[in-house]
């Protein structure tokens, strides 16, 4: 019986372990992209933005629409009133309708409404350019998140590593001092050793742990415990890049880049609102067409007949030719012409700022290439240093403060590689971003 009882358990440990384990989502950096892209708020708010403009555009193909109205009224009429039949005064009491419909249609406004729709269009494309914009942006910010985290888990691993070591020194010390080859001060230094060690990988889990946290806000995860990123050995990408100068990313950049689209998009409608501005000075006409008829509820004569012979028709062509309007529509153009003028400075700012964006990105890049080289190169002398001196201080020969020290220096050449590794890969996927490679797997 007792050992059902055990198997039983067992099963229901495997069982919640397998599903703790399934629930929890591994995510690859695209994936992370994905979501925080699905769930982002800004971004939510520019695709509204975009449906907000689109119905914009409705009104605008609709203003080249005629404008039809019906309107109709019933109504009781009792004391003193116009006999409508004879035309004398009356104390009577009276029940009528009245219906009138009627057509309008713009035949020119100074081409105001295709202004308009242009306008409409060019709103469109800016609002396609500033949603795909932020989602550039907030693919950035992803990567760095992700990256972040990989370095963060790395040098958790290198400190656990060392912790290892850390342990195994001691007992080996232990056993020295037992079989009195080391002095008792030894065994403290060493001890000391494994309780700086114990208090790195608790330093080094903590920022692992914050680094994830952060990542998981950003991509709008209510339970951070059930959010992890793949474990997979990330090594410094494949990639020509760094083969580019400046003027030829920048070119591509110019061409690709949703923010130098959405600045001249944004130029080409202040020039528009410049052209709708200036069609209020032009002569506006418009046609006409109204029908009207009413009828007495309690008339000799059928409904029918007192349409036909109360009917209306009126059919005509307005026209408008501004003259003086209060200085309103000029002042509008002038206002219309500085919104021209700060927007194409708006689009010269954001040209220079790509510029000199690139030139930092690529220098980075390069100057990330070299450290990274450099610390490949530093890790392993320090590596090598690290062993000799294991070797000595096991054999007697070096003293435990200088064994120490190569240690701790290993662990910072370690250390170093790791974030110059992750910087260089980074530093890559940016300047490939601004090339208009917007592959961020790795």
Same mark, same amino acid.
Request: hydrophobic share 40%.
């Given at each position: 019986?007792?050992?059902?009882?055990?198997?039983?358990?067992?099963?229901?440990?495997?069982?919640?372990?397998?599903?703790?384990?399934?629930?929890?989502?591994?995510?690859?950096?695209?994936?992370?992209?994905?979501?925080?892209?699905?769930?982002?708020?800004?971004?939510?708010?520019?695709?509204?933005?975009?449906? @907000?403009?689109?119905?914009?555009?409705?009104?605008?193909?609709? !203003?080249?629409?005629?404008?039809?109205?019906?309107?109709?009224? /019933?109504?009781?009429?009792?004391?003193?009133?116009?006999?409508?039949?004879?035309? #004398?005064?009356? @104390?009577?009491?009276?029940?009528?309708?009245?219906?009138?419909?009627?057509?309008?249609?713009?035949?020119?406004?100074?081409?105001? @409404?295709?202004?308009?729709? /242009?306008?409409?269009?060019?709103?469109?494309?800016?609002?396609?350019?500033?949603?795909?914009?932020?989602?550039?942006?907030?693919?950035?910010?992803?990567?760095?998140?992700?990256?972040?985290?990989?370095?963060?888990?790395?040098?958790?691993?290198?400190?656990?590593?060392?912790?290892?070591?850390?342990?195994?020194?001691?007992?080996?010390?232990?056993?020295?001092?037992?079989?009195?080859?080391?002095?008792?001060?030894?065994?403290?230094?060493?001890?000391?050793?494994?309780?700086?060690?114990?208090? @790195?990988?608790?330093?080094? *889990?903590?920022? =692992?742990?914050?680094?994830?946290?952060?990542?998981?806000?950003?991509?709008?995860?209510?339970?951070?415990?059930?959010?992890?990123?793949?474990?997979?050995? =990330?090594?410094?990408?494949?990639?020509?890049?760094?083969?580019?100068?400046?003027?030829? #990313?920048?070119?591509?950049?110019?061409?690709?880049? !949703?923010?130098?689209?959405?600045?001249?998009? !944004?130029? *080409?409608?202040?020039?528009?609102?410049?052209?709708?501005?200036?069609?209020?000075?032009?002569?506006?006409?418009?046609?006409?067409?109204? $029908?009207?008829?009413?009828?007495?509820?309690?008339?000799?004569?059928?409904?029918?007949?007192?349409?036909?012979?109360?009917?209306?028709?009126? #059919?005509?062509?307005?026209?408008?030719?501004?003259?003086?309007?209060?200085?309103?529509?000029?002042?509008?153009?002038?206002?219309?012409?500085?919104?021209?003028?700060?927007?194409?400075?708006?689009?010269?700012?954001?040209?220079?700022?790509?510029?000199?964006? #690139?030139?930092?990105?690529?220098?980075?890049?390069?100057?990330?290439?070299?450290? =990274?080289?450099?610390?490949? %190169?530093?890790?392993?002398?320090? %590596?090598?240093?690290?062993? $000799?001196?294991?070797?000595?201080?096991?054999?007697?020969?070096?003293?435990?403060?200088? $064994?120490?020290?190569?240690?701790?220096?290993?662990?910072?050449?370690?250390?170093?590689?790791? %974030?110059?590794? $992750?910087?260089?890969?980074?530093?890559? %996927?940016?300047?490939?971003?601004?090339?208009?490679?917007?592959?961020?797997?790795?």
């Amino acid at each position: 019986m007792g050992e059902i009882k055990n198997k039983k358990s067992i099963l229901i440990f495997l069982f919640f372990f397998s599903f703790s384990s399934f629930a929890q989502e591994k995510l690859s950096l695209k994936d992370c992209i994905e979501r925080a892209i699905e769930k982002n708020i800004s971004i939510k708010n520019s695709s509204l933005d975009l449906l @907000n403009t689109t119905e914009n555009k409705k009104t605008a193909i609709g !203003n080249f629409v005629p404008s039809f109205n019906i309107n109709g009224n /019933h109504s009781w009429n009792t004391g003193l009133t116009q006999n409508i039949t004879t035309g #004398i005064l009356e @104390n009577q009491t009276t029940e009528n309708s009245s219906i009138n419909m009627s057509v309008a249609v713009d035949v020119f406004n100074g081409l105001a @409404n295709i202004r308009r729709l /242009h306008r409409a269009n060019l709103d469109l494309l800016a609002k396609k350019y500033q949603l795909e914009d932020m989602k550039e942006d907030i693919s950035l910010l992803v990567a760095n998140s992700y990256l972040q985290i990989l370095f963060n888990k790395e040098q958790l691993d290198v400190q656990k590593s060392q912790l290892k070591i850390s342990q195994e020194e001691l007992k080996n010390a232990k056993e020295k001092f037992n079989n009195g080859v080391i002095p008792e001060g030894n065994l403290f230094e060493i001890e000391a050793n494994l309780a700086l060690s114990e208090q @790195n990988v608790i330093m080094a *889990e903590n920022s =692992y742990q914050l680094s994830k946290l952060s990542l998981s806000q950003l991509l709008m995860f209510e339970d951070s415990n059930n959010f992890d990123i793949a474990d997979d050995n =990330y090594e410094i990408p494949q990639t020509d890049i760094l083969s580019k100068d400046a003027k030829e #990313i920048l070119e591509e950049a110019m061409k690709n880049r !949703n923010d130098i689209k959405l600045a001249e998009t !944004n130029l *080409e409608i202040a020039i528009k609102d410049q052209q709708i501005s200036k069609s209020a000075l032009l002569p506006s006409a418009s046609a006409f067409y109204s $029908y009207n008829s009413r009828v007495i509820m309690d008339a000799p004569t059928s409904l029918k007949s007192q349409f036909d012979l109360n009917a209306g028709e009126s #059919i005509g062509l307005q026209l408008n030719i501004p003259i003086i309007n209060g200085w309103s529509s000029r002042a509008g153009i002038k206002k219309s012409k500085l919104n021209v003028l700060r927007n194409k400075n708006l689009l010269d700012q954001t040209k220079m700022d790509l510029e000199n964006t #690139i030139y930092q990105a690529l220098n980075d890049a390069k100057g990330a290439m070299k450290s =990274y080289e450099a610390a490949k %190169k530093s890790e392993i002398a320090r %590596k090598t240093a690290y062993e $000799y001196a294991k070797e000595r201080f096991e054999n007697g020969a070096l003293n435990t403060i200088n $064994y120490f020290q190569a240690q701790q220096l290993f662990e910072t050449a370690q250390s170093e590689l790791i %974030k110059a590794k $992750y910087d260089y890969i980074f530093k890559i %996927k940016v300047l490939e971003f601004y090339f208009g490679i917007a592959d961020f797997s790795l």
